[in-house]
């Protein structure tokens, strides 16, 4: 079992849609969690960190569940630009500041 | 202020060969993380520097390697390259005590 997965999509949404994805981790004693945006051809770009309590950066919210132990990030209103890879990276405890990341989940937003 | 940067931007070896790639990281970075992506697939970690000294690698052969230099610089050397080693190769730096990381623009190797 992989340590972090991610369903590889790609998820059709039209413009204006919601859509939400998840992340699961093997690791329970997983300690940091980011949400990363990768572009086609492009390097991967930190989108948001994902806290305990959950948090929302505009239309995004981002969310985590220690006891199923997996992460969500929704977007709202989705836009064309929102087309891209979105990586799930979570840190373990024991890892000493190595991150492992998720394959990513392609978007594709239609107009 | 700067992002990291990467060098060269594309480069095509034959099989067998050897490819150098560079990177430098943000100022005031001191960690140096090196992946692997090969199309379509996720980051695969490579290697973590941090302070000049190698303190993480991940499952690939010995014959990847690296470094980094006093200038918090870094280069990644794969040698006897074999054709699955095309892939885009990212480098991403953060600063000290942080688990964030910030990626470069990627070197792409294609090994013919």
């Known amino acids: 079992r992989k340590e972090v997965e991610q369903d590889p999509g790609p998820f059709n949404v039209p413009e204006g849609a919601t859509v939400a994805f998840n992340c699961t981790y093997s690791n329970s004693a997983s300690q940091s969690f980011f949400w990363y945006r990768q572009d086609c051809r492009k390097e991967p770009k930190l989108l948001m960190s994902v806290y305990s309590s959950g948090n929302e950066d505009g239309r995004f919210t981002a969310q985590l569940n220690r006891a199923s132990q997996y992460i969500s990030l929704l977007i709202r209103d989705s836009k064309l630009s929102d087309s891209a890879t979105y990586l799930c990276v979570v840190r373990y405890m024991d890892s000493n500041y190595q991150l492992i990341w998720g394959a990513g989940t392609k978007l594709i937003i239609k107009p | 202020e700067a992002g990291v940067t990467q060098s060269p931007t594309h480069l095509i070896k034959t099989r067998g060969q050897q490819a150098t790639l560079r990177c430098s990281p943000i100022?005031?970075?001191?960690?140096v993380y090196w992946y692997q992506q090969a199309l379509g697939l996720g980051l695969q970690f490579l290697l973590w520097y941090d302070e000049g000294e190698e303190r993480n690698r991940g499952n690939f052969p010995p014959r990847f390697s690296g470094r980094q230099f006093p200038n918090y610089s870094s280069e990644l050397n794969v040698n006897a390259l074999e054709l699955e080693d095309s892939a885009l190769y990212l480098c991403?730096?953060?600063?000290?005590?942080?688990?964030?990381?910030?990626f470069g623009p990627g070197t792409r190797l294609t090994v013919t």
């Open positions: 100022s005031g970075h001191t960690s």
């Open positions: 991403a730096s953060s600063p000290p005590a942080e688990i964030k990381q910030y």
